[in-house]
């Protein structure tokens, strides 16, 4: 019995996606980034599976703005960005601050700005700073700690909130 149980449950484990109706669903993300004033609309997930064109497309558009330099974005954020999207009922686009940062630019701001890590997750494609134009920032960052699936950073001031796929913490 224990073995015949194993067999129908055991393939289970491998499945890519743990949400209930991740198989039954098209995943897609808006953005606007403001610093190149450019737009992107992709479909990244579907039935579970992440689309590598549309990957892709979402490193090219969220490389370092300052040299153009692509790194792949963890897919996990993608998956944090849509889950605040669905959480906040937002209909706008995420406007993008920052996303990816070579070596380069995050020395850069770390010598012109405060408040930059010198080990940020920013360089490893698994942070971004966002707002969405329809809900208010307060709102966006508690539902980014709501979700407990990463760094959760709040700019009242500079009109953003960061997320990362890091550990679970807050500032």
Known sequence: MRSKLLAIFLPLLSLPCTSANAFSEARSLSFYHT?????LTVVYRVNGYYQPDA?????????????DEIHHIDPAL????????????SRAPFEVISAYRSPTTNLWLRKTTSGVAEH??????????????????????????????G?????????????????????
């Open 35 to 39: 610093h190149t004033g450019k737009s």
């Open 55 to 67: 990957l892709r497309s979402i490193d090219a558009f969220l490389a370092d703005f300052r040299n």
């Open 78 to 89: 993608l998956d944090v960005l849509y889950d605040l999207k669905s959480r906040t009922g």
């Open 120 to 149: 940020s997750m920013h360089l490893e494609g698994r942070a971004i700073d966002v707002r969405l134009a329809d809900v208010p920032l307060e709102r966006l960052r508690d539902a980014a700690l709501a979700l407990e699936r």
């Open 151 to 171: 760094g959760v950073g709040f700019y009242p001031k500079s009109d953003f909130v960061h997320v990362d796929t890091g550990r679970v913490r807050r500032w």
